[in-house]
């Protein structure tokens, strides 16, 4: 456990020295590939090429760890190829997944297309509403024609899960079909609210061990081996950002209209050491939205969670050992990208 700390400690100066260069260099030779690159560089090429289904499940909150134990279950259907990718910054839904169907970075999507970047930052119902509009608009921005109209499918709890198991083979003849998929995020969410989940899954190995036993009997192993006897099918997986292990906390100041999350803020005011956060004065340099003439974010580093001084020991108790997301770490930065082909 110190070597990761280290190693987190490590890549949170190596992204504060480099990620600003990445967002401003088109050339994908000298950056790594970020989220904003995933559906032109790896679903679009394919939906040229081939004339059979291609699917792209997009998995919120899903590690990379986690993705090796699933992968476990379903290698022997599949032939897979595996890269990676960072996520954009904050690591959080409602900018990532935005922002990976978008293909456009969250001040972009602002700009380009202000209707469909507006809402509630707490509220991922209202934040992430368009993302077949953006993933539509994308495909539309890179002049590639479909065969047939765009599907798209949000799956938030088990029954719709199912349902979209059993009616899966009617999509055989559609040309691409997004899925978006929440549960992961749900179970990290949950293990902060539940005493349960926190007995269940104590630690990180426990953590892969209940993906484990989820997915071994969910809808989306099902759905998988259904997709392994569509011949000619493709499927992408991928998520917009994993999670971490949160074990310290950091006292932040910030005005009432803070936004809540524990590993970013953005707000007027914000003070935070720069040991524990980015401070970002000029959201545009990290093309962020703006939200106004005086607002500021913050980031969170390494494995630290945000705590104002009310209730301070009451709060940093409170959510010690959960985990969070919306920061920088290897965890919740360095994501899969998986391509399959039925055997």
Same mark, same amino acid.
């Given at each position: ?7 987190? #400690?490590?890549?949170? #100066? ?34 040229? #090429? ?43 839904? !409602?900018?990532?997944?935005? !922002? ?19 809402? /509630? ?152 050491? /720069? ?11 990290? #093309? ?56």
């Amino acid at each position: 456990n110190e070597q990761k700390k280290e190693c987190n #400690k490590q890549f949170s #100066k190596f992204i504060e020295k480099n990620y600003k260069k990445w967002l401003n260099e088109k050339d994908l030779r000298h950056r790594p590939y970020l989220t904003t690159d995933i559906v032109s560089e790896y679903v679009l090429p394919d939906i040229e #090429k081939t004339d059979g289904p291609v699917f792209l499940f997009v998995i919120d909150c899903l590690r990379y760890d986690q993705w090796l134990v699933m992968e476990q279950h379903i290698k022997d259907l599949f032939r897979i190829d595996k890269s990676f990718y960072y996520s954009i910054l904050p690591t959080a839904t !409602s900018y990532a997944r935005n !922002s990976l169907f978008a293909g456009l970075f969250p001040s972009e999507i602002e700009r380009y297309y202000p209707d469909l970047w507006r809402g /509630d930052d707490e509220d991922e119902r209202s934040m992430n509403k368009f993302e077949k509009d953006l993933l539509q608009l994308q495909i539309e921005r890179k002049k590639i024609k479909l065969r047939n109209e765009l599907k798209y499918f949000k799956i938030i709890d088990p029954d719709y899960g199912r349902n979209f198991e059993q009616n899966l083979l009617s999509l055989k003849g559609n040309h691409l079909t997004a899925v978006v998929v929440n549960f992961l995020d749900m179970i990290a969410h949950g293990r902060s609210d539940s005493e349960l989940l926190k007995e269940i899954a104590p630690d990180e190995g426990a953590y892969r061990s209940l993906t484990n036993s989820w997915f071994t009997f969910s809808y989306l192993i099902q759905s998988f081996r259904t997709l392994a006897k569509i011949k000619n099918a493709r499927i992408f997986i991928t998520t917009d950002h994993g999670s971490i292990r949160c074990m310290r906390g950091a006292k932040v100041l910030g005005d009432k209209e803070t936004s809540t999350n524990l590993r970013f803020k953005y707000g007027r005011n914000l003070k935070v050491d /720069d040991k524990h956060a980015i401070f970002i004065k000029d959201p545009l340099e990290y #093309k962020l939205p703006r939200r106004g003439v005086t607002v500021n974010y913050i980031i969170a580093k390494e494995d630290y969670y945000f705590v104002y001084p009310t209730d301070y020991h009451k709060y940093l108790n409170y959510y010690k050992d959960t985990f969070q997301h919306g920061g920088i770490s290897l965890e919740e930065m360095i994501l899969p990208v998986i391509k399959m082909e039925p055997k």
